[in-house]
Every structure is written in C-alpha cells, then in structure tokens.
C-alpha cells in the first residue's frame, strides 16, 4: 500500500485506457504519454497495461507501507527518497515507511510512477484510468492509501535495469497526418499551418488549446467521431488539440491527426511553450 | 436504397466512414446494418467501431492490417449486409417533471416561442424521438424529432452547473444531461432515471435506432421515481411500436 501524504497538483492512476466504451461516450483515457508509461512499467517487467501513477507538474508526496520496487519516467520532477536524489528511468529498491518527494520541474509536464506488480485501484469499465463520471475519483487526495501486489517484490530475478533517455521530452515538432475536413482550409490556413509556430495554452488531460487563430469560415459537421489527437477548428478560429480524456464525438472541423507519438510528446508540454506541425 | 459512401483515412489508427451530410433514417438503418455487421464479422485488428450520426469510425491496429486492405473488406461488408429494415422499433418511455423546480426555462421558451407552457409540455411529451447516436459525453443520447415550434437557441451565457436528469433543448435537439455538467441548453425538465450505470456490462439501456418518448410525471412521482431507482427496484417502462 502507498499512503498519500500530498497529492501534488494532479495526480492519478492511469493504465493504457477504457478500450470498447466509446459507442456509449466513455472517453478512452489511460496515460498522457504512452511511451514514458510503458517504459516503466517495462523497467519492472510488469505488463504494458499494469496501472502506473501520472504525476503532473508538481508532484505528491508518498509514503510506502510495504516493501517493493518503483520505476519513474517521464518529466523530470526532481524525485526523492527519504531526502536523495535518486536516478529516472531506472528500478529502485523500496523499504517499508520509505517516503518519496519530489520537487522543482526541470522539463516535461507529466512523470510516471511504475510498481512492481501495476496498482491495484477498481476497475471501471474493465480500466482503472481515473476519469470524471465513470471512476469514484478523479485525482489522488490527501490520505488515500493505493494497493499495489506486494509480493511481487520477491521475484528481483525479473527486473532489469534500464537507461533508455526520454526521447520525448525535447522535442518540439509534433508528427500529424490529415484531418477528415483538412481539405476544406484554405491555401493560406493551409501554408500557416506549415509554417508558423503555435503556443500552447490552457491545457489539461481532455485537451491542449493553441493561441494564435487560424481564421475559421468553415461550418460545423454534423457530429462525428473526435479521437485523442485530433486538432479541432473552433468557431473562434484557434485550435484546439483533442487529448486522452476527450469527449467521443464533436462537431468542429477535424483539420490534422497527431501521430501517436505525437501525442506523446504534447503530453509533455506546458503553457507558454511553442510547437509546430510537420507531416509524417 | 444505395448511399454514397466515402471512407477517409483518420490518422493511422482509424477509417471514417461517411454518408451525405444529414440527419436521415435510412441513413441511420444503413449505418446501424453496417455497424452490425463490422461488429459480427471483426477481424481482431479491429479495436473498436464508433457510430454517429452520418459516420463510423473504425480503429484498428495499423501493425496488423493495411487501411487499403481494411477499406476493401469494409466494402464488402457494406455490400453484403442485410438490407433488412433494422431501425429498431423500440420505444423507452422517459419519465419527465416538467415542474417548474426542474424547468428552469419553460418561460423563456414560453414568452420566445408565444406558447402556454401546458402546450411546451404537450408538445414535448408527445413526440416519438429517434436516437441517432450516443456520444460527448457517457450515456449522451442525440435525438432526432424535435417539432419546429420549440427550436430555441441555446442560452447566451451557459449554466455553471446543470442537474444530472435535467432535459433541455439546445437549437434543434433535444437531449437529457447523463451527469451533472455545465452547459448553455434551455432546461425544461427533469428525468429521475440514469442514462449510464457503469455496473452494467452495456452502461446504456438503450442503443441507436432505438426510440424515445417522455412521459410527463409530477413532482412527488418524480421523487417517488428517484427512491425505487435508487433501490434498484425500478425497470424503465418500453413498447415495441407498430409500423
């Protein structure tokens, strides 16, 4: 069991999603950033779809009940134990009563806790991504205990180290194809989406808006599948970026698609960054 | 009848299939067969099928099939569907108050629309919706039908907070908030019913092509309604309609 002694700006249990449930409108959820979470969790051996902690901005502080091993990845939120420094991307060894911390945001925006074993929240919907009005909760709070499967810990021999850097976190460039209404801008929407750069704006796990317009003179389509990584085309004429806790359907233009990996790396962006669009 | 089809790549994960741009039955049927269909015959790089109103979107694994090859065997899924007539004939009878507590703006489309807010309700009651589609939010139902005389746009500043239940109108549609949400439709009614229960293995008692009829109830039924549903020992009253 972890106890909660701060929960940190945002923090939650996420596994790779609710898949299956959005003919009903259930959101997919699951982590922001595939990439960082499923290295973790392969840090421990444990399974792709283990359930790991999402860590945001600033992180919580933790305490551990039982023994086991951790991996962290992701965004470099200056973690410690019991007061040290300890090493990203790596497993680690974890007493009882152990307390982990952490600090100031060095880069990227969400860091992953793995556990020997995954977390062992309820299931909803057969995931246990928190997400609003389908799980109890939507964040870790003060004085939650979570339970992870503590005798997972024993079986060491399965654990390897790992060293892999966050390819992730630098990067600037998000990888796109066509939306469905792409064809529909027109040749200089179409040219500044080449060429300009956009900065991010508000931003949380439904979506990323992006603050300089684009100009919008086309209509609304009848309501249609949105999916994590689709770029919307708002009335006002800005963007904005579709993420894992999206709504199922909209009716806004639908102008790019992020890569899967590119929702990965916006997954690790802030405010007040600036990114740009280039073709697969 | 033969529909137009389009199938448009959706980044690298999904297909869209689209029909004319339109709230239409037929369309509605034929996508209902298609969806069946996908459903029943899947291959498993198929990950999931989404319907709405004139589109599905099809996820699928691109490490194990090609979009060329997936569009092709979507084709001749549409070809060889049942032509049956398959919009179901369903009929939920959606148990709404229309006090004045829970229809926060039966005046305002009463004094907009130049309608008795006993005729609002009348209207409102009578008609048969058709769902189209489930989305935006859990459990969200799109319902086709509205009668033209209570069109209303939505309101220039939207609620903070609107009730879980709470039926409204929003332009065209009309539509039942599945959880408490902010939101800017006009609120005429309340449902005590629960549009999503997770602790089913199908979270939605109904499915599109199904339809929909509210059915006036008073303010104490209403709470009488909210007791037994939370008991768990109420079953939502259905009809099977005659062509």
Known sequence: MIRVLKKGLYTSIQDLGRVGYRNFGVPISGVMDHDSAILANSILANMENDAVMEITLQGPQLQFLTATKIAITGADLSPTLNGEPITANNSLDIKRNDILDFGKRINGARAYLAIAGGFQTDLALNSRSYCQDITTKKTLDHGDDVSFLSSFAANSKLYRKSIIAPSVINKLELKVHKGPEYDLLNVEQKDRLETQAFTIGLNNRMAYQLEEPLGNQLRSILSSAVLPGTVQLTPSGKMIILMRDCQTTGGYPRIFQLSESAINVLSQKIQDEVISFTWV | ?243
């Open chain 2, 1 to 243: 009848m033969n529909h137009p089809l389009t199938y448009k790549p959706f980044g690298d994960i999904a297909i869209l299939i689209e029909w004319p741009s339109k709230i239409d039955e037929d369309i509605l049927n034929d996508i209902i067969l298609l969806y069946g269909s996908i459903l029943t015959n899947k291959p498993n790089s198929v990950t999931e099928v989404i319907q709405s109103i004139n589109s599905i979107t099809i996820l699928y694994d691109a490490q194990s099939i090609t979009f060329e090859a997936l569009k092709s065997w979507l084709e001749k899924q549409h070809k060889n569907k049942s032509s049956a007539r398959n919009t179901s004939r369903t009929l939920w009878k959606v148990p709404v108050c229309y006090d004045q507590i829970f229809g926060l703006d039966l005046q305002e489309l009463s004094d907009q629309r130049g309608l008795q807010i006993d005729e609002i309700i009348n209207i409102h009651s009578e008609s048969i919706y058709k769902i189209y589609s489930i989305g935006f939010l859990p459990g969200f139902l799109y319902l086709g039908g509205l009668d033209q005389r209570l069109h209303i746009g939505r309101k220039s500043t939207p609620r903070l907070e609107i009730l879980k239940g709470a039926v409204g109108i929003g332009g065209e549609q009309t539509g039942i908030y599945p959880t408490a949400s902010p939101g800017g439709w006009q609120i005429i009614g309340n449902t005590p019913i629960s549009l999503f229960d997770i602790s089913k293995e199908s979270p939605c008692f109904a499915k599109p092509g199904d339809n929909i009829q509210f059915v006036p109830v008073s303010l104490s039924e209403h709470k009488g309604l909210a007791e037994l549903i939370a008991l768990d020992s109420y079953k939502l009253e259905k009809e099977v309609l005659n062509d």
